[in-house]
C-alpha cells in the first residue's frame, strides 16, 4: 500500500532553514505528482508547493522564494528546502501523492497523506 513518511522537521530560530523528506513507497513515485501542505493550530490547512513529475513546480504566494520543492526519483523521495524561516511558519508539514494526472496546491487532488513532521519556529 501507499506510505508516506515525513521527517526532517524541527525547532529552529527564526531566520534559520530546515530540509524536510518525505519517503514514498508501494507505488510508482515517478509517475504522480507530489505536494507539501502544512496545518498550524487553528487555521486551515495550506498548500505550499507542488512537483509534477515532470519536475514543474507551484508556490503558494507566502513561500515564494524561500521554499524549495524537489524530487528524487532514483531514491523515491520528496524534499521541501525551507530558507529564512518565520514564526508564521509554525505548522505540522505533510507530504501527499496527488491522484493520477492532477496536479496543484489543493488538497482535493491528492489522495494519500503522510503523518506529517512538524516544524517550529522561534522569534
Not at 521541501?80 to 511558519?89: F, M, P, R
Request: with cysteine.
Amino acid at each position: 500500500q501507499v506510505q508516506l513518511v515525513e521527517s526532517g522537521g524541527g525547532s529552529v530560530q527564526a531566520g534559520g532553514s530546515l530540509r524536510l523528506s518525505c519517503e514514498a513507497s508501494g507505488y510508482t513515485f515517478s509517475l504522480y505528482c507530489m505536494g507539501w501542505f502544512r496545518q498550524a493550530p487553528g487555521k486551515e490547512r495550506e498548500g505550499v508547493a507542488s512537483i509534477e513529475r515532470g519536475g514543474r513546480t507551484t508556490y503558494a504566494d507566502s513561500v515564494m522564494g524561500r521554499f524549495t520543492i524537489s524530487r528524487d526519483n532514483a531514491k523515491n523521495t520528496l524534499y521541501l528546502q525551507i530558507n529564512s524561516l518565520k514564526y508564521e511558519d509554525t505548522a505540522m508539514y505533510y507530504c501527499a501523492r496527488s491522484r493520477y494526472g492532477l496536479c496543484g496546491t489543493r488538497g482535493s487532488l491528492y489522495s494519500h497523506w503522510g503523518q506529517g513532521t512538524q516544524v517550529t519556529v522561534s522569534s
